[in-house]
């Protein structure tokens, strides 16, 4: 078993490695390109419905912002979103500074410990982070964190892998006389009963589609992992392969069923009741 100080260490030695291997890269933390693709596609889709329904210029920060990819492209599509950016391992710290990014700061940090304001931000963006904290009391903890800094009524874009999702590609797996996948060594995947359970005393959960039609389920991957972790493994009798010809092929397919881990739901946090007369 895990303890705090032992997953900081399997989590930084990580990130390190990422970050001298792929540098600024979109391949960093994430070498399927669709799923990179498709994620980035989805949080610039909901914070565009977010920021075209404000009444001022949002305050965005990514909490886990890596190498800084998605708040560069976020600051190109949103000129008038004050963004910032919040990461754990130094050297991806100073890989996110160097973009010099107009309007964006970026600062070392723990989800866990957030150093930010109380209510001092409109929108939160995770991106396959709170995963990365690898104890069921210390994602409670982060999940706590990201409702502090969240004005009354703002909104985490929480991407993040679900073990259900896991659960269900593997039965799939094994009907083709596949192994099952297993998370990262470097991750712990949300329990979702846990999270919704944890989550619920601070926000209103919702799939983004349920709340406009315009944006995307939380399966928005689903089909991609079908696809890429179980029909081509089970066609070629290879491993999984990233970035094929297949699977490119079918990645524009709507989404359908419950097959990936990765999933995408819109938090909002609750205003408190206007006191009464």
């Known amino acids: 078993m895990t303890t705090p100080h032992s997953y900081t260490q399997i989590v930084l030695d990580h990130y390190r490695a990422q970050a001298a291997t792929h540098g600024t890269a979109a391949s960093s933390t994430m070498h399927d390109e669709v799923t990179r693709t498709k994620e980035v596609g989805v949080i610039v889709q909901v914070v565009d419905y977010l920021t075209a329904r404000g009444a001022k210029p949002c305050e965005l920060v990514e909490i886990g912002c890596g190498n800084g990819l998605l708040l560069d492209l976020l600051r190109d599509q949103f000129p008038a979103l004050a963004l910032a950016g919040v990461e754990y391992t130094p050297e991806m710290v100073s890989l996110a500074q160097q973009r010099d990014i107009p309007q964006c700061r970026i600062r070392q940090g723990d989800v866990r410990s957030l150093d930010l304001c109380d209510a001092s931000c409109d929108i939160v963006v995770t991106e396959r982070c709170v995963i990365n904290v690898m104890d069921r009391a210390d994602q409670a903890k ?106 490119r092929f079918f990645a524009d397919m709507p989404p359908s069923g419950d097959y990936s881990p990765i999933q995408v739901y819109l938090l909002r946090k609750h205003v408190a009741p206007s006191p009464t007369t």
């Not at 329990?191 to 944890?198: A, L, N, Q, S, Y």
């Open 142 to 247: 982060a999940f706590r964190e990201i409702a502090r800094v969240l004005r009354p009524g703002g909104h985490w874009v929480c991407v993040e892998a679900f073990i259900d999702g896991l659960k269900v590609l593997n039965e799939a797996r094994a009907e083709l006389g596949l192994e099952p996948n297993n998370a990262p060594h470097h991750n712990l995947w949300l329990d979702k009963h846990v999270f919704i359970r944890e989550c619920e005393p601070f926000f209103d959960i919702a799939e983004p589609v349920s709340v406009d039609r315009a944006l995307a389920p939380s399966n928005f991957l689903s089909t991609h992992y079908f696809v890429s972790r179980v029909v081509y493994p089970a066609i070629t009798k290879r491993e999984v392969l990233y970035n094929t010809h297949f699977v």
